[in-house]
């Protein structure tokens, strides 16, 4: 099994424990940096339930029923980010066909 891997698991169980994690647990009882620690649970997120909401601290492993409230609350602020970062990519999508266009007619690109 491998470092990450091992890790996952030891979050995953940790989470199963208690009932929140934080960022911070995670960087020190792992010796991970921050970056580091939001991409591994990340990754279990592709896995497993995670609830992240922008109104509490930590992470939470959904367990029962009582969780459904708080997943239906972590869908809409995942749905809102997306429709945002939609938006961000609008611009960056017209400069660049802006700058095809230039270099198109420069016969720069074929």
Not at 7 to 22: A, D, P, Q
Not at 50 to 61: H, M, N, R
């Amino acid at each position: 099994m491998s470092k990450i891997s091992e890790i996952k698991t030891s979050i995953y169980l940790m989470l199963v424990e208690k009932e929140r994690l934080t960022k911070w647990d995670i960087c020190v009882w792992f010796n991970l940096t921050e970056r580091q620690a939001r991409k591994a649970i990340a990754n279990l997120a592709h896995e497993y339930p995670i609830i992240a909401l922008s109104d509490t601290k930590g992470y939470q492993l959904a367990k029962t029923e009582n969780d459904l409230e708080k997943i239906e609350h972590a869908w809409k602020e995942i749905d809102k980010r997306q429709k945002e970062l939609e938006k961000r990519k609008v611009p960056l999508m017209e400069f660049r066909d802006k700058i095809q266009k230039t270099l198109f007619k420069k016969g720069e690109i074929l």
